[in-house]
């Protein structure tokens, strides 16, 4: 089975942090997602890799930024934190590039920005 | 962009009965996917629709895609506690990665 890890299940930070979110697979997929999810808004995508060092932007990446050095791993970055960003972040991981491939997530991190 | 709704927005049912709900999209489509959210948890990938299949069974899951209403349903049979959850459908965005979410179905599963 597919594992997805995210580091925290909870997070409490101060404005203007810069606060990071990890997040590993161990299937050697190619493509890893991060999205954030509200209430009555669904998810919606942060940003995306489908590479090592590759990364594309999503419908909402402003605030944030992304880093993949190695393939199980793509960190998530708020560069200066703000209330705004309060939210359940989604990490998700799939086997190769297409739309018909089924997404892995992990447990999500419940981030509280004070 | 949001291209996938779910309807109804809840539902509660009574253990043993059946509970259908709906997902509509806009634009055309070669697959669609649904997912299942447990409160606190992440999604977990339940079953994938192609365009050119009318029907699929997973289990207690049932679900149809009429691509000519742009729509789909999900039936979930015998329903059990352990089903209480959120239900998502998934379409993708143009032809590339990207998948794009409707807001949810949550599913309430009465002992």
């Known amino acids: 089975d597919v594992k997805v890890t995210q580091s925290s299940r909870y997070l409490v930070k101060r404005t203007g942090e810069k606060v990071f979110l990890e997040c590993v697979q161990d299937?050697?997929?190619?493509?890893m997602f991060w999205y954030r999810q509200d209430p009555g808004l669904g998810l919606r995508l942060i940003y995306f890799?489908?590479?090592?060092?590759?990364?594309e932007k999503g419908d909402i990446p402003e605030g944030y930024s992304v880093s993949r050095e190695k393939k199980e791993r793509f960190s998530l970055i708020l560069e200066s934190a703000s209330t705004n960003q309060t939210s359940m972040y989604l990490c998700?991981?799939?086997?190769?590039?297409?739309?018909?491939?089924?997404?892995?997530f992990g447990d999500g991190t419940r981030l509280s920005i004070l | 962009s949001q291209q996938g709704e779910e309807d109804p927005q809840a539902l509660s049912i009574q253990e043993g009965e059946n509970a259908t709900m709906n997902c509509s999209y806009k634009?055309?489509?070669?697959?669609l996917q649904w997912y299942r959210q447990n409160s606190g948890r992440g999604l977990v990938h339940l079953i994938l629709?192609?365009?050119?299949?009318r029907e699929k069974h997973s289990g207690r899951l049932r679900v149809t895609l009429d691509t000519s209403k742009k729509s789909s349903s999900l039936l979930i049979t015998a329903s059990r506690a352990a089903d209480t959850a959120s239900y998502f459908c998934?379409?993708?965005?143009?032809?590339?990665?990207?998948?794009?979410f409707g807001a949810g179905t949550t599913v309430t599963v009465r002992a």
């Open positions: 998700a991981s799939s086997l190769y590039g297409g739309s018909n491939q089924p997404q892995h």
């Open positions: 299937m050697d997929h190619e493509n």
């Open positions: 890799s489908y590479d090592v060092k590759m990364k």
């Open positions: 634009t055309s489509i070669n697959n």
């Open positions: 629709i192609r365009s050119n299949e």
């Open positions: 998934a379409t993708p965005l143009s032809n590339d990665y990207k998948l794009s």
